[in-house]
């Protein structure tokens, strides 16, 4: 179960900037080749598609397998052509989608 | 708590043992590495450190399949990619990687997805990133699991078709087992 999106941006961006955006998330990304102390397998449960949309356009997105570390971080580059509003959505393969918002504040 | 670990666990003890067994493995060959630097006279036989250097890394047939899959019978071109990742990594569950392509990222010209591939882990796809010209710059960060120390392998897809490659060799002290 995913928790806690945190997304990192500028405070305040140039239009024209590229800027860095980053962002992490509380995940367990369980990868399914684990035993518990028993013996049994651990089912596989990890985050495995992560999307950036930018006033509803997709920007970046991101495939990920099981081997991407728990709790996964992304940075990725932007660059900066006005003000919007980032929309970040994590899905795990439970189906389990979580939505994060973020405003970017742009100067001219 | 005692009765617990007085039962006999089954096979988790193997699989833990083998990892305990490579982990162990792959500490004396840093240390040896790390005393080599220091040259003759230190009393590790240095051939032994540079065979331990020199031997190539294997990589799994599911690795194999999953490159010749990305690359569809294209031959990549190399040194596109600046490819950041620790030559020694202390702790596998956690490998910060950082990929960066000099690309425009225009319309015309921009770099497509960017594929990270394990040579050693049991699951050869680590990620895949897809970019749009609006990334301006091609370059992600994110952090990784290495259950061993092995080459990771990246590749992107440029927007002309062109498929470009880089590969690091990265030694793991802990693994991170069974990623």
Known sequence: ?108 | MLKNFAKPGPKIDVIDRRCFVRSAASIAGLIAGFFSGYGPGVGIPSALAQSSDAMPFERTPHFKDAYAQLLAGATPTEGKIILELPEVAENGNLVPITIAIDSPMTPVEHVKAIHILASGNPVARVATFQLTPLNGIARIQSRMRLARSQDVVVVAQLSSGEMTVATMTVKVALGGCQT
């Open chain 1, 1 to 108: 179960m995913a928790s806690n999106p945190r997304i990192k941006l500028p405070d305040i961006a140039k239009i024209g900037d590229v800027i860095e955006v980053k962002t992490l998330i509380t995940h367990v990304m369980e990868t399914g080749n684990r035993k518990d102390k028993d013996g049994n397998p651990i089912g596989r449960n990890i985050i495995n598609t992560m999307t950036a949309k930018f006033g509803h356009e997709e920007v970046f997105r991101a495939d990920l397998g099981p081997g991407i570390s728990a709790n996964p971080y992304i940075s990725f580059q932007m660059r900066v052509l006005g003000p919007g509003v980032f929309e970040f959505a994590w899905i795990d393969d439970d189906g389990v989608k979580l939505v994060e918002t973020a405003a970017l504040n742009v100067v001219a």
